[in-house]
């Protein structure tokens, strides 16, 4: 079973910042497009981020600007920089591995989310 380990959600006050890392085993990570999903109470899961193997990004229009996606190869672990963070943004946050294994055709991973709560 692919493991994709999440870190750095929490308890943030609106203007803060928070960084958000997700580690993917090599084998997954080298062949994948990254990204960063959130899904808040009631809401369907939305793309926040995404990021490509050959370091392309895109960005939902509520978050460009404030978010920032970037990867690290090296380490396998894909970030998610995020500031000027609003009560909106509370969500439970997931990394996403979109593994390519012939051509188009991949598979998608998940980690396990983590929570990130906006308020003061």
């Known amino acids: 079973q692919v493991q994709l380990v999440e870190s750095g959600g929490g308890l943030v006050q609106p203007g803060g910042s928070l960084r958000l890392s997700c580690a993917a085993p090599?084998?997954?990570?080298?062949?994948?497009?990254m990204g960063w999903y959130r899904q808040a109470p009631g809401k369907q899961r939305e793309l926040v981020a995404a990021i490509t193997r050959g370091g392309s990004t895109n960005y939902s229009d509520s978050v460009k600007g404030r978010f920032t996606i970037s990867r690290d190869n090296a380490k396998n672990t894909v970030y998610l920089r995020m500031n000027s963070l609003k009560p909106e943004d509370t969500a439970v946050y997931y990394c996403n591995a979109a593994h390519y294994y012939s051509g188009d055709d991949h598979d998608d991973y998940w980690g396990q989310g983590t929570q990130v709560t906006v308020s003061s």
């Open positions: 090599g084998s997954i990570f080298s062949h994948s497009d």
